[in-house]
């Protein structure tokens, strides 16, 4: 059994104190042993060191951290920063929630340090999507959690799991809809289900989807949302770019959504034209007007794509023939 009762206020003060001594004076690896020890038992002890007033056991906990993320230990590093958001919530909040992002980011992105220097660590794509969804649960709010959603989407789509990437994007858009990543979860929105379609002769749920988000996000960011105060110059800066090379991708992407839409109806209108007496009631009196209904939405879907020329020609074959 766990024994949860806090350490005793003046045991945890002279350890804290011994490992600080041994950090200052360049021997992390042995302070790390001692600050470590406050991951297994808590401690609301306080200390003044220098003029300097430290929380022992959060400060504990992010020097180790620290230590760890300097020695490459990534995964480790981010348990005792999240151990931190989760246990003391009166510690320095947004410094624990950006190491957060951070460590974490490093572990989805960047290459991982060799253990010992020559040992290889390999990434778990489910451990770096579960990271990344711990942080928007923590970091409840504008600056962290829009960024945590954004990294787990993309971290998503890259490890082939789109529904979870559209889980993520959907709870970006809708609990922080005023903040500058909105528009690049639209847009990804929008490629995510364009990848699903299939063809113009399969279900076209995805094809309608892909299309509405498509329109949303040149209607809703036909303005590049101004630089928010979490970001840097340069980072504002590669937004500036990125958002106009995906404006001219989302009108791309509107136009092929709309011709194979278009496609589908003219599809469905062959096929009512050849099979309908088969099903339809009152097929006699309605005549080639079930059809030419399909036609004219592929008409009006993609009015100069290729199957809305084929549509004008299959209504002036029914219009002569009729007549």
Same mark, same amino acid.
């Given at each position: 059994?766990?024994?949860?009762?806090?350490?005793?206020?003046?045991?945890?003060?002279?350890? $804290?104190?011994?490992?600080?001594?041994?950090?200052?004076?360049?021997?992390?690896?042995?302070?790390?042993?001692?600050?470590?020890? =406050?991951?297994?038992?808590?401690?609301?002890?306080?200390?003044?060191?220098? @003029?300097?007033? =430290?929380?022992?056991?959060?400060?504990?906990?992010?020097? &180790?951290?620290?230590?760890? +993320?300097?020695?490459?230990?990534?995964?480790?590093? $981010?348990?005792?920063?999240?151990?931190?958001?989760?246990?003391?919530?009166?510690?320095?909040? +947004?410094?624990?929630?950006?190491?957060?992002?951070? #460590?974490?980011?490093?572990?989805?992105?960047?290459?991982?340090?060799?253990?010992?220097?020559?040992?290889?660590?390999?990434?778990?794509?489910?451990?770096?999507?579960?990271?990344?969804?711990?942080? &928007?649960?923590?970091?409840? @709010?504008?600056? $962290?959690?829009?960024?945590?959603?954004?990294?787990? &989407?993309?971290?998503?789509?890259?490890?082939?799991?789109?529904?979870?990437?559209?889980?993520?994007?959907?709870?970006?858009?809708?609990?922080?809809?005023?903040?500058?990543?909105?528009?690049?979860?639209?847009?990804?929105?929008?490629?995510?289900?364009?990848?699903?379609?299939?063809?113009?002769?399969?279900?076209?749920?995805?094809?309608?989807?892909?299309?509405?988000?498509?329109?949303?996000?040149?209607?809703?960011?036909?303005?590049?949302?101004?630089?928010?105060?979490?970001?840097?110059?340069?980072?504002?800066?590669?937004?500036?770019?990125?958002?106009?090379?995906?404006?001219?991708?989302?009108?791309?992407?509107?136009?092929?959504?709309?011709?194979?839409?278009?496609?589908?109806?003219? +599809? #469905?209108?062959?096929?009512?034209?050849? =099979?309908?007496? =088969?099903?339809?009631?009152?097929?006699?009196?309605?005549?080639?007007?079930?059809?030419?209904?399909?036609?004219?939405? &592929?008409?009006?879907?993609?009015?100069?794509?290729?199957?809305?020329?084929?549509?004008?020609?299959?209504?002036?074959?029914?219009?002569?023939?009729?007549?």
């Amino acid at each position: 059994m766990k024994n949860r009762k806090p350490y005793d206020d003046m045991n945890a003060q002279n350890w $804290f104190k011994e490992a600080y001594d041994l950090e200052q004076n360049g021997r992390s690896n042995k302070s790390l042993k001692i600050y470590e020890k =406050f991951s297994k038992r808590r401690s609301d002890a306080q200390l003044n060191i220098e @003029g300097k007033d =430290f929380k022992v056991g959060p400060e504990s906990l992010y020097r &180790a951290a620290q230590i760890r +993320e300097k020695n490459g230990d990534w995964s480790k590093s $981010f348990d005792h920063l999240r151990l931190i958001a989760q246990a003391y919530t009166s510690y320095n909040f +947004e410094l624990v929630a950006e190491s957060l992002m951070r #460590v974490s980011e490093k572990l989805a992105k960047d290459k991982l340090p060799r253990k010992w220097g020559f040992i290889p660590r390999f990434r778990s794509g489910t451990q770096d999507r579960s990271r990344l969804n711990q942080i &928007a649960g923590l970091a409840r @709010g504008p600056r $962290f959690a829009p960024r945590a959603l954004m990294s787990l &989407a993309e971290i998503s789509i890259k490890d082939d799991k789109p529904e979870e990437a559209v889980d993520a994007l959907d709870r970006l858009v809708n609990l922080y809809p005023e903040n500058y990543l909105c528009e690049k979860a639209y847009f990804l929105l929008a490629t995510i289900y364009k990848d699903k379609v299939a063809g113009s002769s399969y279900d076209q749920g995805s094809t309608l989807k892909a299309l509405n988000f498509f329109e949303d996000y040149l209607i809703l960011f036909a303005e590049i949302s101004p630089r928010s105060i979490h970001e840097t110059d340069s980072s504002y800066k590669t937004r500036l770019a990125e958002t106009k090379m995906r404006n001219l991708d989302a009108e791309k992407g509107r136009k092929e959504m709309r011709q194979v839409l278009a496609a589908s109806k003219v +599809e #469905v209108g062959e096929y009512i034209e050849k =099979f309908g007496k =088969f099903y339809l009631t009152r097929w006699r009196e309605l005549g080639s007007e079930p059809a030419i209904q399909f036609y004219n939405e &592929a008409i009006t879907t993609a009015p100069e794509s290729d199957a809305a020329r084929e549509a004008e020609k299959k209504i002036a074959q029914l219009r002569s023939k009729n007549d």
